[in-house]
C-alpha cells in the first residue's frame, strides 16, 4: 500500500513528465522548424505555451537537470532573459520514432 505523500509525489512526477514531453513539441513548434531551439521570450508568449505550464520556468529549469534541454542561464526571467536560446539535446526531427544505444550497445525503441 502505498503512503499519500508517495502517491503525490508520484502524481507530481508523472506531470511534470507529461510536461517536458510537451515541452519538446512546443520547442519544435514554436521554434526553428530546422532545429529544436527557441528563444525563451518566443516560448513564454506562445498562447498555448500559456495555457499549457503552471510554470515555464521551473518546467525548463527540470528539463535541464534532466539533460533535456540546455540554455545559458541559470534562471529564466520573462524580458531579462527572452533572447536566451533553449536548445533540446535530442535533435532528432519531432515525430520519428527514437532510436537510442542502451548501455549494452543494443538498439531500443523508446
Excluded: C
Excluded at 5 to 10: D, G, L, M, Q
Excluded at 60 to 77: C, D
Amino acid at each position: 500500500i502505498m503512503s499519500n505523500s508517495a502517491s503525490i509525489v508520484n502524481e507530481v512526477e508523472e506531470r511534470l513528465n507529461n510536461e517536458i514531453e510537451q515541452l519538446k513539441k512546443d520547442i519544435w513548434r514554436v521554434g526553428d522548424p530546422e532545429k529544436p531551439q527557441v528563444a525563451f521570450g518566443e516560448l513564454f508568449d506562445d498562447e498555448q505555451t500559456q495555457q499549457h505550464y503552471e510554470g515555464l520556468a521551473a518546467t525548463l529549469k527540470a528539463a535541464k537537470k534532466r539533460g533535456i534541454v540546455t540554455y545559458k542561464s541559470p534562471i529564466l526571467l520573462k524580458g531579462a532573459h527572452d533572447k536566451v536560446m533553449v536548445n533540446l539535446v535530442d535533435t532528432s526531427p519531432q515525430g520519428e520514432s527514437e532510436t537510442t544505444t542502451n548501455k549494452d550497445g543494443a538498439l531500443s525503441n523508446e
